[in-house]
């Protein structure tokens, strides 16, 4: 897996990340009934803006399905490789599924959320893996990524099966553009340990 724009520019669109993705998107399938509306905040904060995000989720662990831990052992081996590269500090990762139906999308944000503990945030590494066959540009559904200071567009990724893209989560702020069929991903985040801990 080439992470060659990872660790230069701090983002990276990777095609064909891993091979056997049908047992993901035959769980996403059986799964969908279970999804929620996706909140924005965490905890306490958390709160329906559906103005901001309108998509629905599922969180994810290993007891789902053994294809589901097939996959999280593949984003463990990623984050050894960036720790030994980038020196990130990388604990654990959480991820969940994605649901975006016709007309559903998320506007411009940054992935890391701020507390008292992590005044800038825990998560590091945000991860989206598509999950959609045959996905065509007029579906719409698109990841925008801005640069971090300008705001201008540097990158707008077809969610494409099989496609992975990694990006800082404090440095870029993204955006998923009105989808017009439905659209799954696996959505995560690769964390350090909350300060003081």
């Known amino acids: 897996m080439n992470l060659f724009g990872l660790f230069t520019e701090g983002w990276a669109v990777i095609p064909s990340a891993f091979t056997n993705v049908e047992p993901l998107v035959k769980i996403a399938e ?3 009934g279970s999804f929620r509306a996706a909140h924005i905040g965490r905890d ?3 709160r329906l803006e ?3 995000r309108s998509d629905k989720i599922m969180w994810l662990d290993e007891n789902v399905d053994p294809a589901v831990n097939v996959y999280l052992n593949q984003m463990e081996a990623i984050r050894e490789l960036v720790n030994q590269r980038c020196f990130l ?4 990762y ?3 599924f994605a649901n975006f139906e016709p007309g559903d999308f998320y506007k411009t944000h940054v992935d890391a959320f701020a507390d008292e ?3 800038r945030g825990n998560r590091k590494l945000s991860s989206v893996f598509y999950l959609n066959k045959d996905w065509q540009p007029e579906d719409g559904g698109e990841l925008v990524l801005y640069a971090p200071d300008s705001r201008e567009e540097i990158a707008r990724v077809l969610p494409q099966l099989g496609t992975l ?3 800082l989560s404090e440095e870029f702020p993204h955006e998923v553009l009105p989808a ?3 659209r799954q991903s696996l959505t995560g985040w690769f964390r350090t340990r909350p300060q003081g801990i």
């Not at 500090?89 to 654990?92: A, K, M, R």
Request: glycine share 4%.
């Open 94 to 96: 959480e991820c969940h």
């Open 89 to 92: 500090g990388l604990f654990d």
């Open 165 to 167: 893209v990694l990006f």
């Open 30 to 32: 059986r799964l969908s």
């Open 117 to 119: 503990r992590n005044p």
């Open 180 to 182: 017009r069929r439905l």
């Open 44 to 46: 306490n904060s958390a």
């Open 50 to 52: 559906q103005n901001v």
